[in-house]
T-cell receptor, first 113, second 112 residues
Framework: SQTIHQWPATLVQPVGSPLSLECTVE??????LYWYRQAAGRGLQLLFY??????ISSEVPQNLSASRPQDRQFILSSKKLLLSDSGFYLC????????????FGDGTRLSIL | DQQVKQNSPSLSVQEGRISILNCDYT??????FLWYKKYPAEGPTFLIS?????DKNEDGRFTVFLNKSAKHLSLHIVPSQPGDSAVYFC???????????FGKGTHLIIQP
């Protein structure tokens, strides 16, 4: 069966520091991969999605970036964190093809001080 | 521009009764609609979906209804159980590899 792992579960970082969140999927090949963020009091917002290695689509302008160095690995990064980057970050995967349900990891709670 | 609206932030239902969660959307390009359930400090869990070519999909205690002309869908849970207490998100999809567009969620509380 397929599983998705995100780490770390919680992270406290100072403003201006770099960020690297990692997500890996097991038990499937060529998945579509996604990064979402839920800010306080708001719904889930799509940040990035990827349909293959090295292919990244960005949904909103921000100081975050994403990379997919391997088929089942998705990384969310920042060179300099802002206070507004605080939130709950979720990675998700789906089978390739249209109208496939997305399956989420347990998320990373990021607090910027 | 809020494309997906879940106008009830919370809903309280007695155990054993029916829970009805509502969702309205504005984008006519959505062609697939998913419902997710989320517990605190966990990722959302896929619950049930419906294609835009259908008006009803049923899976055990969960039924989703779609009214395309009204751009409205609802999730019915019957009978409601204590473990159903969670936040429920409506999440339409435009197909392809695009990400989901989530509503803000409805916090369902099942009272004993």
């Amino acid at each position: 069966s397929q599983t998705i792992h995100q780490w770390p579960a919680t992270l406290v970082q100072p403003v201006g520091s770099p960020l690297s969140l990692e997500c890996t999927v097991e038990g499937t090949s060529n998945p579509n991969l996604y990064w979402y963020r839920q800010a306080a009091g708001r719904g889930l917002q799509l940040l990035f999605y990827s349909v293959g290695i090295g292919q990244i689509s960005s949904e909103v302008p921000q100081n975050l970036s994403a990379s997919r160095p391997q088929d089942r690995q998705f990384i969310l990064s920042s060179k300099k964190l802002l206070l507004s980057d605080s939130g709950f970050y979720l990675c998700a995967w789906s089978d390739e093809g249209p109208s496939q349900p997305q399956h989420f990891g347990d998320g990373t709670r990021l607090s910027i001080l | 521009d809020q494309q997906v609206k879940q106008n009830s932030p919370s809903l309280s239902v007695q155990e054993g009764r029916i829970s009805i969660l509502n969702c309205d959307y504005t984008n006519s390009m959505f062609d697939y609609f998913l419902w997710y359930k989320k517990y605190p400090a966990e990722g959302p869990t896929f619950l049930i979906s419906i294609s835009s070519i259908k008006d009803k999909n049923e899976d055990g205690r969960f039924t989703v209804f779609l009214n395309k002309s009204a751009k409205h869908l609802s999730l019915h849970i019957v009978p409601s159980q204590p473990g159903d207490s969670a936040v429920y998100f409506c999440a339409p999809l435009k197909g392809g590899a695009d990400g989901l567009t989530f509503g803000k969620g409805t916090h369902l509380i099942i009272q004993p």
